[in-house]
Structures are given as C-alpha cells and as structure tokens.
C-alpha cells in the first residue's frame, strides 16, 4: 500500500470547506493499541482518543458502542432474531419460512461461554480522570464529571478486553469458509452526536453510525497471521506479506508475536482480518490507488476468481466514479471473511469472490463511507442507493468488460457474449429486480415505511425490501420524474456537498431541486413517509372531430408526472408528458422522445385526465402509460391498451 500524497491529504479540507453545506458534525481522532492472543481468542487493548465536540451543546455524558455483547445467550439480538423467527411467511416456493436471519437464526443462544463475545472496559478516563461508568449491554455510559462545552476537545482513555465470538455476524472467528477472524465492531466505538441529539442504537444486527475522525490503529498477533485491514500499513518494509516495496528484504522476527501499524484518515470505522493462510494480491491502479484481495489459499481455480476480482475492479472504476463521484483514498481491500458481503471503510468482508458482492461492497464506499447517513434511520439511502450503483455498474460491467477477462473460462465467457448479443435487441430494464422486489412488498401486507428504524420493523422481509429494493427504485424512478441524465448530475453534485459528512433524505432531495429546478417534496413525501402506492390507467378513447381523446385514471393514492407513448399503426410513434402540478415544472425531454407534448399539469387532487392528439382514432395501434417501465406501477396490465386490426 501506498500513503496518500501529503499535499492531497492537506487539501481535502480545503475542498470540503468550499464545497460543503455548513451544518457541524463531530469530530474524532483514535489512537488504538490492541493485542490479540491466537490461542484463547482474546483480546487486551488501549484506545485513546481526541473528541472534538463541534455541537452548540454542552455534552454531560458519553455513549460508546460495545458491540460483541450482542453475541450472548439472551441478549437483544438472540431474542429478536428468535422472534422474527416466530413469524411465518412464504417462500418462493410457496412455502412457510421463518422471518429469521438464515446466519443468526437461535445460534446465539447456544453459545458455550468460550464461543460467545464480550467486551469489557475497565476504567474510561476524560482529561485525566476516571469517570463513573454504566453499561447497557451493547452501549456503555460514561457520566461526566465535568461537561465537554461547546466546541471544545476531550481527551479520553479506556481500557478493554474482549472475547472474539465464534462467527455469526459480521464479526467472529472461523467463518464457514475457514478463515481465522473476522474482525468488524471489534474496538469500544465513540456512538454519533448530532443534529438529533446521541444515537446510541443498541446493536440488534441492523446498521451502522460513526463519528468522522482518523484512525491510528497497532495490532499485536502471532507471527504466522498475515492482516488485512482498513488504512495504509505504516511499517509494511518490515512486516513483508506482500506488503513490502518491490525489491526489499524483510528482515526476520525475534519471538512469537508482530505489530502491524495501520493509519487511516478522514473515515468512520475501522475493520481488520487475520489468518495464516491468507493469500494476498495487490494491483496499483493509478499513481494514488492500490488495490488489495486477500483470501484463503487454495487451488488454481480460487486464485484465478481473485484475480479475476482485482480485473474487475480496475475496469469499473472509471465508470464507478463518473457516474458518483472520485474514490478519495489511498487503497481499496476485498477480505474474503464475515458471512457474506459486509462494507466498511476502504475494505470489505466477502464470504467469496462473487463480482455482484464484490461491486455492491465497493459501491458503499460512496454510500455509507463517503455519504455517512445515518443507517438506522435511512438505511434505504446507504442499501437502496448502493444497490442502484451496484445493478448500473454491474450492467456496465457485463456489457463492456465480464467476456474479455483473462481469469474467466471459455464456458463463462460464452455465457458473456450471449448476454451482449441480446442485449442489442432487447435490453432489459436494469433496475427490474429492484422493481420486481417492491413490487412484491407493496403487494404483501407487510410494507411499512421507508422511515422506520431499522432497528423496528416487524419483519426483517419488510425492512430488507425496503432499505435495498424500493430505497433502488427510489433513485430510478427519480430519473423518471427529472429525467435520467438529471438524475445522473444530482447524484454528482450530491456527491460534491456531501461527501465526508451525514446527509438525510431532505438534504439528497435538497440537491435534487437545485439540479433539476423541480419541486420534489412530494416525491418524499408519498414514497418515503407512506406506503401509498402508484397505479395509473390507460381509459376510453373518443373521436373528437379531427382529434381523438384519450382518457387516462389515477387509480392508486400516490400522483405521479405521465408519459403517454402512442404507436400508430403506420409505425409513427407520439410521446405524450403530463407533468404533476405538484412540480411547478417540467422534465426536459428524455433521449428517445422525439416528437413530444408536453400537455397542462396533472392536479394531483383529480383522479381523471383527458388529453387528445391530433391523428384520427382509427390510424392508433396502441397507447401505452410509462413505455420505458420506470415508474413503479404495481399493475402494469392496465397500462397499455391495444387496438386491434
């Protein structure tokens, strides 16, 4: 790995200032000496950290997240996994299924106390001075002595020893793939104090929030262990593992135990992995961009899908960062470890070298580690965004890139090339899984909105859906609304105000009105704060002199602008665009829509809407509502009506 230019790192804040919208944020520096004991899975260490309270309030109490308590018989996430695990639904098979986490399930509760995690803080000195202490399971008080005023600093210090779960979670040791830790949520974590008071969020399995700071981080382990971690390795000439600059020699190692010496800057959170058996490739990208994979040694086969990771990445960054922004820093990790796919900052865990994993946990470096929202409040804004970049760049990928890896087989790069040649005559929707996926939400009975906790939603189908799914069609259907290449600019110019800090929904919708010069409190409004659904209908049709008139019915709750499409029976095709009133404007014409009227607005209060176009009733083949399939009707079969012959 390579450090960042210090002149770039100097001028980030620069950058930051001016482009930023002025709304304070806290601020945190760690110091972190840790040490971990291979043989008994347990860990001692130090954490030291400068607190900056940037806030115009006077703080008179800490929270700080503890978050391996979960991993114990009773706790909160045991007992809410096993009962979510009470409820039944139907599988795709037609079949019931509990509403568990298929990872957690009731596993937690049988854990001896040799597999179970903990963390314990023996003292949590600020200033100097030791301060009374009480711990809430996942989150520890710490009750001030003497307030932290107004934009003033702290000094704190604690101590701490943990206990590395068997791996369930997230985090653990000896994932189902062998690998040896899995270290995430593994540091006593300062919780966020913003604009809405502590988010101290008991860990339940859900999300995440941190404190924008840097990370200065010194694991001690046995030798044989090879880490991978967030951050720049600051001593890598004399730890070696691939680590070291081209030509070194590493020199060897009196007694059983190395330190690895890690810095990351301007992020909020922190993960690391261990094994002996971690094998490690790396690939620099650019003069200020290396890329890392480190997973368990096997045979040709697994070193050819590691590579062909590493291949992958280098050929959708470009895209990746046209389309939402410039990666900031120095290195990127793919860890295989955890139990499936798992973001944090610079690095990811992934249970194998699947490219969808792969792309959608890069991807959350723009949205959670770029843009820090807070999750337990907007996961939808981390999962559904991520997951709107993940289906875009995985398109872009399979199209351009997936048939022309050297790490593929002839059988996969003919399924490649078969994907290519369909999609030059009929591509599909790229969102549709997305769609398909609310879809079947808003018709179940369990959707609930998108701005409930996290935390609180009475099944893990209803919140999954809703923070990947619809959070994904919210952004599609936006270009809808605006228009795809407005869409686009939004998601860049959002990009650039909020990088590095914690944007909620109002200010993403904020940037959408300014970049568009459309009103879209409405959009919010109906798609995030209520589960009203959207069904718009095509209606009669009538001669009207020279014209014909076309009836159209808003027959579900949300309104929504119209596109109209008519093909006429010689071929010509007229596109109609009613907007909402709601809007106080119009979309531009979209690529494709030659020809196009733009009609009077759409009152939301009315359900019917007649509009005429100027060809005779018999020369229409069709009329069709939202021909490109954007907007989330959820019955599409009234869509379109087809004149017969």
Request: charged share 25%; hydrophobic share 35%.
């Amino acid at each position: 790995m390579r450090r960042l230019l210090l002149a770039v790192v100097a001028f980030v804040p620069v950058i930051m200032a001016q482009a930023q919208p002025d709304r304070w944020q806290q601020r945190i520096r760690y110091n972190i000496e840790a040490e971990l004991n291979v043989q008994n899975n347990r860990m001692k260490g130090v954490e030291r950290m400068e607190y900056t309270n940037n806030s115009p309030d006077t703080l008179n109490r800490l929270f700080i997240h503890l978050y391996w308590n979960a991993f114990q018989p009773n706790s909160s996430m045991d007992v809410r996994s096993r009962e979510l695990g009470k409820i039944m639904l139907k599988n795709r098979r037609g079949e019931d299924s509990p509403d568990w986490d298929a990872r957690v399930r009731d596993r937690i509760s049988r854990l001896a106390d040799t597999s179970i995690g903990y963390q314990k803080v023996a003292y949590v000195k600020v200033n100097g001075k030791e301060q009374q202490l009480r711990e809430w399971e996942t989150i520890l008080e710490v009750k001030l002595d003497k307030p932290i005023m107004p934009k003033s600093k702290a000094m704190i210090e604690l101590s701490f020893e943990a206990q590395v779960p068997a791996q369930i979670r997230r985090s653990g040791r000896d994932n189902a793939e062998g690998v040896r830790y899995s270290m995430a949520q593994w540091y006593p974590k300062m919780v966020e104090y913003d604009y809405q008071g502590w988010n101290a969020n008991p860990y339940i399995a859900r999300e995440f929030y941190g404190v924008w700071g840097d990370y200065e981080v010194k694991l001690t382990l046995d030798k044989t262990y090879m880490v991978a971690a967030t951050g720049v390795l600051q001593n890598a000439n004399t730890i070696g593992f691939g680590y070291e600059a081209p030509g070194t020699k590493v020199p060897s190692v009196s007694g059983n135990n190395l330190t690895w010496h890690f810095k990351g800057e301007n992020i909020h959170d922190f993960v690391w992995a261990a094994d002996p058996a971690y094998k490690h490739i790396s690939k620099k990208v650019r003069p200020d961009l290396t890329i890392h994979a480190f997973y368990k040694a096997g045979d040709a086969r697994q070193d050819s899908a590691w590579n062909n990771v590493l291949w992958a990445a280098e050929k959708v960054l470009p895209y990746m960062e046209q389309r939402f922004g410039k990666y900031p820093y120095p290195q990127y990790s793919f860890i295989q470890g955890g139990d499936g796919g798992m973001e944090y900052a610079m690095a990811t865990l992934l249970k194998g070298s699947g490219l969808g994993t792969v792309i959608h946990e890069w991807m959350h470096s723009w949205y959670q580690h770029m843009m820090g929202t807070n999750e337990s409040l907007f996961a939808w804004m981390d999962e559904g965004f991520t997951d709107f970049g993940t289906n875009e760049v995985s398109d872009y990928y399979n199209q351009n890139w997936a048939a022309k890896s050297p790490w593929i087989n002839e059988q996969t790069r003919q399924f490649y090339n078969r994907q290519v040649e369909s999609a030059k005559t009929a591509f599909p929707l790229k969102q549709a899984g997305s769609y398909n996926s609310y879809l079947a939400l808003a018709k179940s009975g369990f959707e609930e909105p998108m701005t409930t906790h996290a935390d609180h939603f009475n099944t893990n189908y209803a919140y999954s859906t809703a923070a990947y799914s619809k959070g994904a069609v919210f952004i599609a259907q936006l270009g809808y609304i605006v228009g795809d290449s407005v869409r686009d600019r939004i998601l860049l110019e959002y990009y650039n105000q909020w990088r590095f800090k914690h944007p909620n929904v109002n200010d993403f919708v904020r940037v959408a009105e300014k970049v568009s010069g459309l009103t879209l409190q409405w959009y919010k409004e109906y798609f995030v704060y209520t589960t009203k659904t959207i069904d718009y209908a095509v209606g009669d049709m009538s001669v009207a002199g020279n014209k014909t008139n076309i009836a159209l019915r808003r027959m579900g709750k949300m309104p929504m602008p119209v596109d109209v499409t008519i093909t006429f029976k010689d071929g010509s095709v007229e596109h109609h665009y009613i907007p909402l009133n709601l809007m106080y404007g119009e979309k531009p014409a979209e690529a494709g829509a030659k020809n196009r009227t733009v009609h009077p607005e759409w009152k939301w209060t009315h359900p019917d809407y007649v509009f005429s176009t100027n060809r005779a009733l018999t020369d229409i083949k069709s009329v069709e509502i939202d021909a490109t399939g954007r907007m989330a009707d959820i019955n599409r079969a009234n869509n379109k009506i087809v004149i017969p012959d």
